[in-house]
């Protein structure tokens, strides 16, 4: 079992950046795979970010590339998400998952734990 908590979401401008954290309770973290997804009402978990255990895949959806910035730090069980040029579009609860699937994956049915989630505000 793993168990994610993600913190450093909140209420922003347009324009603005914020930097999401998510800590792991595995000392096996580093055989993860760890994303970012995100929910915004009345819609569908969509994939933000993934990276690999060792940080040698990364991907990001269209709609953060040249914004958006993951990094992990398995020494420290954490996953980061740092967030650019925050738009109002990019409203929405971020979750941080787990998977044991290699590559990076975007697809929320292979991530086998998720944090609590983070409200992201972004105003205009």
């Known amino acids: 079992q793993v168990q994610l908590v993600e913190s450093g979401g909140g209420l922003v401008q347009a324009g603005g950046s914020l930097r999401l954290s998510c800590a792991a309770s595995r000392r096996t973290f580093s055989s993860y795979t760890m994303g970012w997804f995100r929910q915004a009402p009345g819609k569908e978990r969509e994939f933000v970010a993934a990276?690999?255990?060792?940080?040698?895949?990364?991907r990001y959806s269209d709609s953060v590339t040249g914004r958006f910035t993951i990094s992990r730090e398995n020494a420290k069980n954490t996953v980061y998400l740092q967030m650019n040029g925050l738009k109002v579009e990019d409203t929405a609860v971020y979750y941080c998952?787990?998977?044991?699937?290699?590559?990076?994956?975007?697809?929320?049915?292979?991530?086998?734990?998720w944090g609590q989630g983070t409200q992201v505000t972004v105003s205009s």
């Open positions: 998952g787990a998977s044991l699937q290699g590559g990076g994956s975007p697809l929320a049915a292979h991530y086998d734990y």
């Open positions: 990276v690999s255990w060792r940080g040698g895949t990364i």
